[in-house]
């Protein structure tokens, strides 16, 4: 019997049991097991706040983890959201297989187990299979090194094999990103950040993340230019800051940002005023892509992206120009997109960069 009323994690799970599966049930009532976790996730978030929940005791292996998280920005210069994507795969791997949270117990069958869960249970593509595979294929590297575990389970682990042509980029047609562009046109306070947000997404690439950290001392008004923290090798790249784009971003910092006490640029529209969110960032771009009914795998700002890389392709850059205009340290990254149809490239081409300025 708890005495310091704080709520332990097995108390909310019951209750969120007890709610979702009651009798009778809510006419409204779908899916009970959505019910459940929204219900344990509700109340998480709320005794948290409130400093009424038990923390749960860390299970032995997170030091592994974190040892491994250590070392990938470390030693390797990952970047912040690499490093999150291979925990939560780690940890996710180890809380099942991780018996008494001994790594020296873990066998290859096991994380060939896990390899082909991905697959059958969870309908994951043979691309995050192989990212998958290739987090657990770095992790047991490191583990060896350390001499943490049994040696030859690096080595041993096998990834799906990805078909050619398989990881073709997917992005909107250059026309389609006008049109989105021309969608957020007007003065409501979302279209005019979102119009200086998608500017970025499209005649810069940038990733999702560099336009989540850009901040006002990256806006060089005297020199115009715009400096972009690059995640991955966690250096410093400067672009002009094209008068179209810098003017759209002013105009988003008088009329609608105004004097915020946040450095980050991009936040918020309603109270209390913070940076955007990723989910916040993909919600730009998909609320208008989407509409369009463009067949394409993504509706995020990867889409975006890849448009601005096939758009410099068709227009006769070289790869290596495309490369480092995208932030690529690695050429292979790059090399993706002479894949591209010629036929795709060709439709890509009758566009102008001077009519989406």
């Known amino acids: 019997m708890q005495t310091d009323g704080l709520i332990r994690a097995e108390e909310i799970e019951l209750a969120a049991h007890k709610w979702a599966y009651r009798e009778p049930a809510h006419f409204k009532l779908r899916d009970a097991q959505k019910t459940k976790a929204h219900f344990i996730s509700i109340a998480k978030q709320w005794l948290g706040f409130m400093n009424r929940l038990r923390p749960a005791p860390e299970p032995l292996y997170v030091p592994f983890i974190e040892a491994f998280a250590d070392y990938m920005y470390r030693d390797r210069g990952l970047s912040d959201m690499t490093i999150r994507s291979e925990c939560g795969h780690i940890r996710a791997f180890l809380s099942r297989y991780a018996v008494n949270n001994d790594l020296s117990s873990i066998t290859i069958k096991q994380i060939d187990e896990a390899i082909a869960r991905k697959g059958y249970r969870d309908g994951c593509t043979r691309n995050s299979i192989g990212f998958y595979a290739a987090s657990l294929r770095a992790f047991f590297r490191y583990v060896e090194m350390n001499g943490w575990c049994s040696p030859g389970l690096a080595a041993a682990i096998i990834a799906p094999r990805v078909y050619q042509h398989e990881l073709v980029p997917s992005g909107p047609p250059w026309g389609v990103v006008q049109q989105i562009l021309a969608s957020c046109s007007g003065d409501r306070p979302v279209c005019i950040r979102d119009r200086a947000i998608l500017m970025l997404f499209a005649i810069y690439g940038l990733r999702s993340g560099e336009v989540q950290r850009l901040r006002l001392e990256d806006l060089d008004w005297d020199q ?94 070289s790869m290596k120009e495309i490369g480092d205009h995208l932030g690529h340290r690695d050429p292979a990254s790059t090399s993706v997109y002479a894949k591209v149809d010629i036929a795709g490239l060709r439709e890509v081409a009758e566009f102008d960069l001077g009519g989406l300025l």
Do not use: M
């Open 224 to 317: 115009e230019r715009i400096n972009i923290v690059r995640p991955k090798p966690r250096t410093t790249q400067q672009y002009p800051l094209i008068r179209p784009v810098g003017e759209a971003i002013l105009r988003y910092l008088k009329e609608v940002r105004l004097q915020r006490p946040s450095r980050y640029i991009f936040l918020t529209l309603r109270a209390p005023y913070g940076p955007l969110s990723g989910s916040a960032l993909w919600k730009v771009v998909s609320d208008r892509l989407r509409p369009l009914g463009v067949p394409i795998r993504h509706y995020g700002p990867h889409s975006i992206r890849h448009a601005c890389a096939t758009h410099l392709l068709a227009n006769g850059l």
